[in-house]
């Protein structure tokens, strides 16, 4: 979209947060770069440039705005709803990648050369594999310096940075202020705000609109014992990290997330946030997802009555699938309960500062070991299961966020028991992808029989061709019509099952 200097200049002018994330607005004369929604006087048209990425402007010498804060926007939803070698790698790289592995690392999980990695995101992005990492470090060190009271020393290595030298430099060159004037800023700013030992504490942005009650009413109904949980208006769950384990408390709000993490290493913090992001949806363009489902005129009234649905998703791709299998054919309750089974035999136990969270669910690798007969299961999905969990344990089936759908869709399809409602939920939901449908599904036929709709699953797919590529949307909105908890935030009125 940068590329459309008419189009950015009337989102900058209008200050139109819609289009954060999108772009990002240089200024020549004063070489700062903005968000699109900066509350500042818009320069004049012949001082802007538009650039792909945060990492872009870095790159060409131009620093953050101090008002609007433009390394915070909400990531550009470009690459959550694509499947290729540049959105793949954009996944990769917010999810630490290439601080753990190198870019020669990001190459391989691709299939291409690091020159080709390199080619094709600075073709998009402005700005290679390096910049982007860097640009992201800059932003953990920035929350770090910011919401902790830790050393700057230690700040430094959990953002990344291989010597305060360079933390201390990347920190003046991005944000004009050195790391001790930062914090002098933020202590300033947040006087009055309680900090919880040992935790960190930030607020996740998104476009608006976002309705929170199909997203954490599905997150909290469907909770593993254990692993997640729903407390105090937010929803709770541990995490497996590269580096150690986490605990997030997620709470929704009108205009931000709240996010409270406490981890066991500080350098899982970029990795912890991006995979909330994830499981949140929280960089989809809700506009343009319900702008296309609006063009249904049967679909239309459920998207007027609470716009801004998103898809909730999963902080681990092997951890869903496992729940899938286990869900297939029974009640959220039922699925639930095998859940907690495994969690109880298998799981790895988890200090959780506030109590009440008490496993990691079970590594594929953890999974490998048990013994089908002790599963309280039939036959057909016991063998379903075991041959999934060998799958993902040897490597055979790599499922995440890089995952190539139409690849992956294909290797689900091959093992025993997967239909097309198991395959379609795990596309949905574990890998990410937005078009992903589930004519099948006994909640979307009722829906669909109740609007108009046909409820078959070959005529509904064929209806359903005019809401691509937000078909995944389109469920959402479809099982909304039921008064499942799952689309409800809990309460007394709608506890969870």
């Known amino acids: 979209m940068h590329t459309d200097t008419e189009r950015c200049v009337r989102a900058v002018q209008s200050k139109d947060a819609r289009f954060d994330g999108w772009f990002f607005t240089a200024v020549l004369t004063t070489r700062i770069y903005c968000r ?63 601080d753990r592995e190198g870019v020669p690392g990001l190459a391989t999980r691709l299939g291409y050369s690091t020159r080709q990695v390199e080619r094709q995101l600075n073709a998009e992005l402005g700005a290679g ?26 700040v430094a290595f959990a953002a990344g940075f291989s010597s305060i030298r360079t933390f201390n430099d990347t920190v003046r060159e991005v944000f004009a202020l050195s790391p001790s004037e930062l914090r002098l800023r933020a202590e300033k700013t947040n006087r009055n705000q309680p900090r919880i030992p040992g935790t960190i504490s930030l607020r996740l942005p998104y476009r608006a609109p976002l309705n929170p009650d199909n997203l954490f009413g599905h ?197 025993p028991g997967f239909g097309p409602w198991t395959t379609e939920v795990i596309a949905m939901r574990a890998l990410g992808d937005p078009d992903a449908f589930l004519p099948s599904d006994l909640g979307v036929r009722r829906a669909a029989q109740g609007l108009g709709l046909p409820s078959t699953p070959a005529a509904l797919t064929a209806k359903a061709a005019g809401w691509r590529p937000w078909r995944a949307y389109a469920v959402q909105y479809l099982w909304a019509t039921d008064a499942h908890p799952i689309n409800h935030l809990p309460s007394e009125e709608h506890p969870s099952s």
């Not at 910049?131 to 830790?150: F, N």
């Open 36 to 98: 699109p929604s900066c509350p500042a006087v818009p320069p004049k048209v012949e001082n802007m440039t538009f650039l792909p990425s945060a990492a872009a402007c870095q790159q060409a010498g131009f620093r953050a705005c101090k008002r609007c804060r433009p390394d915070t926007s909400p990531g550009s939803p470009e690459w959550n709803a694509r499947a290729d070698a540049v959105a793949r790698a954009m996944r990769l790289i917010q999810d630490g990648v290439v």
């Open 129 to 154: 594999p390096l910049a982007l990492a860097r640009a992201q470090r800059a932003q953990t060190a920035r929350l770090l310096i910011e919401t902790s009271e830790l050393p700057m020393g230690d």
């Open 219 to 415: 997150l909290a109904a469907t909770a593993v014992p254990g692993v997640e949980e729903w407390r105090d208006g937010a929803y709770r769950r541990t995490l497996r990290l590269p580096y150690g384990t986490g605990v997030v408390a997620l709470t929704p709000g009108p205009d931000h997330i709240g996010c409270r993490l406490a981890l066991t290493d500080l350098r899982d913090l970029t990795i912890a946030i991006s995979r909330c992001r994830w499981m949140l949806d929280l960089d989809a363009d809700p506009e343009a997802v319900d702008e296309q489902l609006r063009t249904d005129p049967l679909l239309a009234p459920l998207v007027d009555k609470a716009p801004g649905r998103r898809v909730p998703r999963t902080v681990d791709a092997a951890e869903f699938a496992v729940r899938a299998v286990l869900g297939q054919q029974v009640s959220t309750a039922a699925a639930r309960t095998h859940a907690a089974r495994l969690v109880t035999s298998y799981g790895e136990r988890v200090e959780d500062p506030l109590g009440g969270l008490t496993h990691l669910f079970p590594s594929p690798q953890a999974l490998a070991e048990l013994d089908p007969e002790s599963l309280g299961l039939p036959r057909s999905r016991r063998t379903t299961l075991t041959t999934l969990v060998t799958a993902l344990a040897d490597g055979s089936l790599p499922l995440g966020i890089d995952s190539d759908w139409e690849a992956a869709r294909a290797q689900l399809n091959a093992l």
